[in-house]
């Protein structure tokens, strides 16, 4: 089994910056990409930001120049955190850290935290 875990959700203005972070551990034998999806009220799951096992990154054009991703390697966990910046109120949602072991199989969800951005 796999679990993440995320954490660094929260209220912020606009304009702000909020660091999200997500740690995968248990039986984590190979990864091929993890990121960041959201989903606001009323709106289908989205991906925000994707990094490959290669280090090579992905963003939606609605985040590009204000976030980025990267991940980091520890005895047991890999993490990935989401640096947020220039925060818009469409910026609000529910964000959930995304496992893709290989390509074609079944990813891992963590259980979502909630950004909400005031104006």
């Known amino acids: 089994q796999v679990q993440l875990v995320e954490s660094g959700g929260g209220l912020v203005q606009a304009g702000g910056s909020l660091r999200l972070s997500c740690a995968a551990s248990?039986?984590?034998?190979?990864?091929?990409?993890m990121g960041w999806y959201r989903q606001a009220p009323g709106k289908q799951r989205e991906l925000v930001a994707a990094?490959?096992?290669?280090?090579?990154?992905?963003?939606a054009d609605s985040v590009k120049g204000r976030f980025t991703i990267s991940r980091d390697n520890a005895k047991n966990t890999v993490y990935i955190e989401i640096d947020m910046n220039s925060l818009k109120p469409e910026d609000t949602a529910v964000y959930y850290c995304?496992?893709?072991?290989?390509?074609?199989?079944?990813?891992?969800w963590g259980q979502g935290t909630q950004v909400t951005v005031s104006s």
């Open positions: 995304n496992l893709v072991p290989r390509v074609g199989a079944p990813s891992y």
């Open positions: 248990g039986s984590i034998f190979n990864i091929n990409a």
């Open positions: 990094i490959t096992s290669g280090g090579n990154t992905n963003y």
